[in-house]
C-alpha cells in the first residue's frame, strides 16, 4: 500500500501509476531558453569555466553560487590554472560576484577566488549547506573535490561558506573529474553522494559492495572505458560505502558524465538528475566538416582528438530511492540551433540547484522553475551561465492527446479533504477526476485549465476517504497532469 499523506506526487516516472489500467502515456518536456545570467569574464575565469552549483543559504538570505574559473588556452600558462570562484544574488538570477580578498591574482586580491592550486591540484568543487541536526561545528557548510595528488575525493569545511579547510578522503575508488555531489538526506538520516566513474563496455553487474573487481579503469583502458555515475552514502560524512553503479534496469549503458543529483524540492521523496551524455565519435567525418564552429572544432582536434569528435547532450532521470533510476534517453536539452560555439564537448552542463521564478509571460500566472546551463566552452569566449525555464513539477506528465485516455493510479491513502492538480488542458480538452473507496465513487465536474494547482471540484466530500485505500481515476483528452497532492 502506498501512503502519499498530503505530500506531492509527481508524474516523473510511473511508480503510483496501475499500468494495466492506464492508456495515458508519459510525456517528457523540455525547458525554454531563456536569457544569459552571468560571464565569467573576468582575467581569473575564461571559456572553460564551469561545474557551477548553487543553494539558496536561509539564514544568509541569499543563493550561493560556487563554480571553476579557468581557461582553455592564454598567453601566460600559469594563468591557466583552475580556480575555486563565488558568487551570490538576492533572486536567483543576477549574481555578483564580491572581492573576497583571499587569493592573489596579478598581485591583487580584489577578486572572487575561494582559492587556487596553491591550496591543491583539483578539477572540480561542490558546495551544501549541511542540515544535519548533528552537523560538527565549524562544518555548516561542506564541499567536496577531486585532489589530482591522491586521486581522491576529497572534504572541504567551512563556517561561513567562504572560508574552507581541507578535510578527510570520502574515496579513491573512482575517478571524480567531473561535478560529484553529495548531500544530507534528512528523510533518510543520511549522505548521499553520486561521483564519476569508469567501466568495461556491458559491464555493469557488480553492485555488490563486497565484490572486489575494479570500479574503474586505469590511464591504460581508456580506449575500452564508459564513462558512468556511482553513489555512495555515509552516516558521519567520514567513514562511506564502497561506490556501486547508480541501476538504470535494462537501459543501453551509454556514457554518462556529469550527474546533477538532487532531491525535487517541492517532492522531496523523489531525486532528480540531468546527466550530460557523452558521444564521442569514432572518427572526423564529412558531418563535422559542415557542423558549426569548424575553425574551433579542427584546433582542438589537433590538440586531442576526443576536444574535436565529442559531442554532449543532457537527458533527465529519477528515482525514489537514490540508487534506482528511471532514465528517459531522449533527449532533456539538446545542443540546439548550430552557432560558432554550441555542438561541442561541454555543451549542456547543467548546474546544480532550481529556483523559482516569476513567469515571463504575465506576472499573475503561476511561477516558473529556473534552472541553469553554461555555454561557450573551450570556444575563447567566456563562458556564459544561461537561464532556462520550466513549468514547475514539468520535467514530464501523464498525457493524453486527441483521443481520450485513461489513468488510473494504484491504491493509495492519504490526508486531506481537497484535490488539487497541476494540469493543462487545450480549450477542447478536458479532464474528468473519480476517486473510488470501499465501493464507493465521486466523481468531478469537467475540468479544463492550465494551472499548477488547480483545485478539482467534486460533486461529494472527499475527506470521507482520507485515510482509507483509495483508487485516482482520470479521463483525459488533450491534457497532461504533471503532479497532484491533497491537503486540508
Known amino acids: ?41 573576468e582575467p581569473w575565469e575564461g571559456d572553460c569555466s564551469d561545474f557551477f552549483n548553487f543553494f539558496f543559504d536561509d539564514e544568509a538570505g541569499i543563493y550561493r553560487m560556487y563554480y571553476l574559473g579557468w581557461a582553455y588556452q592564454r598567453e601566460n600558462p600559469e594563468e591557466m590554472a583552475i580556480r575555486v570562484c563565488y558568487a551570490e544574488s538576492k533572486d536567483g538570477i543576477t549574481y555578483t560576484k564580491p ?20 591550496t591543491m591540484q583539483f578539477d572540480n568543487f561542490y558546495v551544501f549547506k549541511d542540515k544535519n541536526p548533528e552537523c560538527k561545528s565549524g562544518q555548516k557548510y561542506k564541499a567536496i573535490a577531486l585532489d589530482l595528488s591522491q586521486n581522491a575525493l576529497v572534504a572541504f569545511y567551512s563556517d561561513d561558506g567562504i572560508h574552507f579547510e581541507k ?21 533518510a538520516k543520511m549522505y548521499r553522494c553520486y561521483i564519476r566513474g569508469f567501466h568495461v563496455p556491458g559491464d555493469l553487474e557488480y553492485k555488490d559492495p563486497e565484490d572486489e573487481r575494479p570500479l574503474y579503469l586505469s590511464p591504460s583502458d581508456r580506449n575500452v572505458r564508459v564513462r558512468d555515475i556511482r553513489y555512495m552514502e555515509s552516516e558521519d560524512f567520514e567513514s562511506w560505502t564502497r561506490p556501486v553503479h547508480i541501476d538504470f534496469g535494462d537501459k543501453p549503458d551509454v556514457p554518462l558524465y556529469t550527474n546533477v543529483v538532487s532531491k525535487y524540492y517541492r517532492a522531496p521523496h523523489i531525486f532528480v538528475g540531468f546527466p550530460t551524455r557523452y558521444m564521442e565519435r569514432e572518427q572526423w567525418t564529412p558531418c563535422y566538416d559542415v557542423l558549426c564552429g569548424l575553425e574551433g572544432r579542427k584546433k582542438r582536434f589537433e590538440k586531442g582528438r576526443r576536444q574535436g569528435l565529442t559531442v554532449t547532450d543532457c537527458v533527465f532521470m529519477t528515482s525514489r530511492d537514490g540508487v534506482k533510476f528511471t532514465r528517459y534517453d531522449e533527449s532533456f536539452i539538446r545542443p540546439g540551433a548550430e552557432h560558432e560555439t554550441n555542438w561541442v564537448y561541454g555543451s549542456c552542463y547543467p548546474s546544480v540547484g532550481f529556483v523559482e521564478t516569476p513567469s515571463h509571460i504575465n506576472p499573475d500566472c503561476d511561477n516558473e522553475l529556473s534552472m541553469f546551463s553554461y555555454e561557450n566552452h573551450m570556444s575563447g569566449k567566456p563562458a556564459a551561465l544561461r537561464r532556462y525555464t520550466l513549468r514547475l513539477d514539468g520535467f514530464a506528465s501523464m498525457h493524453a492527446g486527441e483521443n481520450e485516455e485513461i489513468l488510473t493510479t494504484k491504491p493509495f491513502v492519504f490526508e486531506g479533504s481537497k484535490l488539487f492538480a497541476n494540469i493543462s488542458t487545450s480549450a477542447w480538452g478536458y479532464m ?57
Open 1 to 41: 500500500m502506498i501512503n502519499i499523506g498530503s505530500r506531492r506526487e509527481c508524474f516523473f516516472d510511473t511508480f503510483i501509476v496501475d499500468k494495466d489500467k492506464t492508456s495515458a502515456n508519459i510525456l517528457l518536456h523540455k525547458p525554454e531558453i531563456k536569457n544569459i545570467t552571468m560571464t565569467c569574464d
Open 99 to 118: 572581492n573576497l580578498g583571499i587569493c592573489e591574482f596579478r598581485g591583487s586580491k580584489e577578486n572572487n577566488i575561494i582559492f587556487d592550486e596553491k
Open 167 to 187: 578535510g578527510n578522503i570520502l574515496t579513491d575508488k573512482g575517478a571524480f573529474d567531473t561535478l560529484n555531489v553529495a548531500f544530507w538526506d534528512e528523510d
Open 432 to 488: 474528468y477526476f473519480e476517486l473510488t473507496c470501499g465501493g464507493k465513487t465521486v466523481k468531478s465536474c469537467e475540468m479544463f485549465g492550465d494551472s499548477v494547482n488547480k483545485q478539482i471540484c467534486f460533486e461529494d466530500d472527499i475527506s470521507q476517504f482520507a485515510g482509507k485505500e483509495t483508487i485516482l481515476k482520470i479521463r483525459m483528452r488533450d491534457a497532461d497532469i504533471y503532479s497532484f497532492k491533497f491537503e486540508n
